[in-house]
């Protein structure tokens, strides 16, 4: 089966967020991101009144922005970035705002390299509410790089082969293992 799901980016006005969201809700569509601009909470709020889903990563930066989501009954599901939150720990506080709200989380993933997908994929399997939902992030992204720091990618083939499921690594740390030579090649001084 497959789901859609729709990420505005913050693009969106409130009435303009609201025209689009009235426009889609019969297509069965699963979430949309971040319709409107960050700091729009109470825009958020009245978008969820159309009954689409909404999901807020843009909005869910700090353990106040979490906080501020809940108290404003801004979304449906927050989507929490393990790069944009400040790794693990901020993480878990925040997924645990969210468990303690009634809200399911999708860990999503930027354009990032396969360290922060492997961080990722910790994070979603171990963390509260994450259960059942899956997302791009953690695996193989849309916004696949050229190249990588690590000596093995999590491929499309390895992810359809496993019915659509990425295999959390297994091994010390993270279970990746880093090329070191590609660190020096792409290091910046």
């Known amino acids: 089966q497959c ?3 729709v990420d505005c980016n913050g693009g969106f006005m409130r009435d303009d967020a609201m025209a689009f969201l009235r426009g889609i809700a019969d297509n069965n569509i699963e979430l949309v ?5 960050a700091e729009d909470l109470e825009g958020s ?7 689409v889903p909404i999901s807020l990563d843009e909005s869910l930066i700090t353990l106040a922005d979490a906080i501020a989501i809940v108290r404003n009954e801004a979304c449906d599901i927050m989507n929490i970035k393990i790069p944009r939150v400040g790794g693990f720990l901020l993480a878990k506080k925040m997924a645990a705002i969210a468990d303690a709200a009634g809200l399911p989380i999708i ?5 990032a390299l396969e360290i922060s997908r492997a961080a990722s994929r910790h994070f979603a399997a171990s963390a509260m509410g994450a259960t059942g939902r899956a997302h791009e992030g953690p695996g ?3 916004q696949e790089l050229r190249d990588d720091v690590v000596t093995k990618r999590t491929s499309r083939d ?3 082969a496993a019915g659509g499921f990425v ?4 091994g010390p740390g993270l279970g990746i293992e880093i ?11």
Do not use: F
Not at 45 to 51: P, S, V
Not at 107 to 111: A, L, M, Q, S
Not at 179 to 189: F, G, L, P, Q, T
């Open 3 to 5: 789901t859609v799901r």
């Open 33 to 37: 991101e971040q319709p409107l601009p």
């Open 45 to 51: 709020r009245l978008c969820r009144e159309i009954g």
């Open 107 to 111: 860990c999503g993933g930027r354009t």
């Open 140 to 142: 193989p992204a849309s």
């Open 158 to 160: 390895e992810t359809g």
């Open 167 to 170: 295999q959390v690594e297994k």
């Open 179 to 189: 090329a070191w030579d590609k660190v020096e090649k792409y290091a910046v001084n």
